[in-house]
Nanobody, 121 residues
Framework: VQLQASGGGLVQAGGCLRLSCAASGSIFRINAMGWYRQAPGKERELVAASTSDSSTYYAASVKGRFSISRDNAKNTVYLQMNSLKPEDTAVYYC????????????????WGQGTLVTVSS
């Protein structure tokens, strides 16, 4: 299973960006997809997640500004980021919990390659 993330870039404070992450490969079912971020000198943190029952989670720091959505037909998750702040600057990583089409239908966690979001003040 591969996760391909895109959509990062440079934006001014108050601006918006939309990240996309498409999963491909031996997928039986995607149980959850989400976005983490890691700023320089900080630990990776969960930003937002979406489960197969349509439940969502947001970190307190992004609640009300970011919105996660999924297109299950395309195995794709999106992160709409509005009212961006300089402290949102980080590498954003896509994450997926996937039940794979392998012997035993193993459920594994996969990571995308990361996409850089830079918010200037």
């Amino acid at each position: 299973v591969q996760l391909q993330a895109s959509g990062g870039g440079l934006v001014q404070a108050g601006g918006c960006l939309r990240l996309s992450c498409a999963a491909s490969g031996s997928i039986f079912r995607i149980n959850a997809m989400g976005w983490y971020r890691q700023a320089p000198g900080k630990e990776r943190e969960l930003v937002a997640a979406s489960t197969s029952d349509s439940s969502t989670y947001y970190a307190a720091s992004v609640k009300g500004r970011f919105s996660i959505s999924r297109d299950n037909a395309k195995n794709t998750v999106y992160l709409q980021m509005n009212s961006l702040k300089p402290e949102d600057t980080a590498v954003y990583y896509c994450n997926a919990d996937v039940t794979t089409l392998t012997v035993g239908y193993r459920t594994l966690e996969f990571w995308g390659q990361g996409t850089l979001v830079t918010v200037s003040s």
